[in-house]
């Protein structure tokens, strides 16, 4: 199969490096978004989101000529879905940007095209809902043009490799149509690609997330037991994982993110009675936001009026990224409990903050009032931060580390009070 012409449909963290992607490698590529700011950002030569190495890929790709940006489709080979897929209040996956990116391209599909979903989706998405709405205009999938699922598995913040290098599963929803898929992946990824049918490719995805989920949540687990009995639970975990056959996670303050936090609610959604496991270790991992709260809690007696200063609010490490953020979740239950609380977060701004939080625009205004200090998201930078460093900015002496980023600096002999999550020392 020829792939000439490549429409991409949603220019998020997946879509945007996938388009920049097979443009640069010398395809005609259309990259489609329904928000007009993102259209225009990426056509004035901005970036609309924060991903090691994007900015140059998508600069070379808009630089040949190969890259359009549009806020609509156009005839093409090929048809990649890369929207998003949250969740609603209740848990439900909300499916709405799927089933408008799919009609969005029924007026433009013509017969031998491939489309291919890449958004993590329920199982029998692909045959259930999408190859519905693609046969609105008579064209059958199988035998007129193929279809495939094909998740997208990259890490954020190693997208632009993990998208080349790791192994691709592309699910068919017949072996022709898997085939095709393999014939476009091909053009750009040097992992293994792997053929199968697009149900089992679907649960593939929400298999590998929901695992990962589990053992983060057991992990979490284990941080409560750690301080119940007095522990160290990181070296604990580290000792358990010496054994040939166990490799425990790490535990934090939580799990967020739009993807391991959103995935295993697709598999409860769709079969509640057999999946007590995932449900359990959902709750677990949302309530360790509310253990963070008690841990502080306990340390400093009283949250009302306390000068909380939090470190971080992106969902994880050297990411831009607030969806689903423990931090934020965390940052917002102390405030609630009468604390104040200032943030800092140095990759960006973060809107829909609770009024009464304070967003500090530098590292030192942030530390420099505060009674305690809570390391939230082990950025590079503050892990890089000294006890000079700190004991410099702020005349506060109180630390809780709730994802092990401290633990090999000298604070006692600089005079600090340092309480790490998961560990057994609380006063
Ligand atoms: N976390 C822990 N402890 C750990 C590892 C992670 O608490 O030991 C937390 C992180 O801080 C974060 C959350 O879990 O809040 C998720 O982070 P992550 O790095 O585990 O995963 P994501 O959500 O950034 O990316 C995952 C990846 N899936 C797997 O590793 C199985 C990625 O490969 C997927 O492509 C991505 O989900 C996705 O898009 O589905």
Redesign the pocket.
């Known amino acids: 199969m020829q792939f000439e012409k490549i429409c991409v449909m949603g220019l998020g963290y ?1 879509g945007l490096p996938t388009a920049s992607t097979f443009a640069n490698q010398g395809k005609r590529v259309i990259g489609v978004d329904v928000d007009s700011h993102v259209v225009e950002t990426l056509k004035n030569g901005g970036l609309h989101l924060h991903e090691p190495g994007l900015r140059t890929l998508v600069q070379a790709a808009l630089a040949s000529g190969n890259l359009t940006i549009s806020s609509t489709p156009e005839a093409a080979d090929a048809f990649i879905i890369a929207v998003p897929t949250p969740f609603y209040e209740n848990k439900k996956a909300d499916m709405r940007a799927v089933k408008s990116a799919a009609k969005a391209i029924v007026p433009y599909l013509q017969p031998g095209n491939l489309v291919i979903l890449e958004s ?1 989706s329920p199982p029998r998405t692909t045959l259930d809902i999408v190859a519905p709405i693609l046969s609105g205009n008579g064209l059958k999938p199988g035998k007129d043009f193929y279809l495939a699922y094909s998740p ?6 190693h997208i632009l490799r ?1 998208m080349i290098e790791n192994a691709r599963v592309i699910g068919g929803i017949d072996p022709a149509s898997a085939e095709a898929g393999k014939a476009l992946y091909s053009l750009i990824s040097r992992g293994e690609i792997i053929l199968t049918d697009s149900t089992t490719a679907e649960m593939v ?1 929400l298999m ?2 929901t ?2 989920d589990i053992n ?1 949540a057991i ?2 687990e284990f941080s409560r037991l750690g301080q119940r009995f007095g522990i160290d639970i990181w070296d604990a975990i580290t000792i358990a994982n010496r054994h040939p056959r166990v490799k425990i ?4 303050p ?8 959103v ?1 295993p609610w697709f598999l409860v959604e769709a079969a509640p009675d057999l999946t007590q496991l995932i449900h359990t270790a959902r709750k677990v991992n949302d309530s360790q936001p509310q253990f963070v709260v008690e841990t502080m809690r306990q340390i400093v007696k009283d949250l009302k009026g306390c000068r909380v200063t939090g470190l971080g609010l992106a ?3 050297d ?1 831009d990224d607030i969806r689903e ?2 931090a934020v979740e965390i940052v917002s239950q102390l405030a609630e409990a009468g604390a104040q609380v200032t943030v800092f977060e140095p990759f960006k701004k973060v809107d829909g903050l609770a009024e009464n939080i304070r967003q500090a625009g530098s590292l030192e205004s942030a530390l420099v009032d505060a009674d305690i200090i809570v390391l939230l998201v082990a950025h590079s930078q503050f892990l890089a931060l000294t006890t000079a460093d700190i004991a410099s900015q702020t005349r506060c002496r109180v630390l809780l580390d709730t994802v092990n980023g401290w633990r090999n600096q000298d604070w006692k002999t600089a005079g600090f009070n340092v309480y790490r999550l998961g560990v057994g020392k609380l006063a």
């Open positions: 997946i993590t997208e598995r990259v890490l954020p913040g993990e995805k590998e997330n695992y990962r983060i992990a979490n996670l790490q535990p934090g939580g799990v967020g993110g739009h993807c391991i936090s995935d969902y994880k490490p990411v953020s423990p």
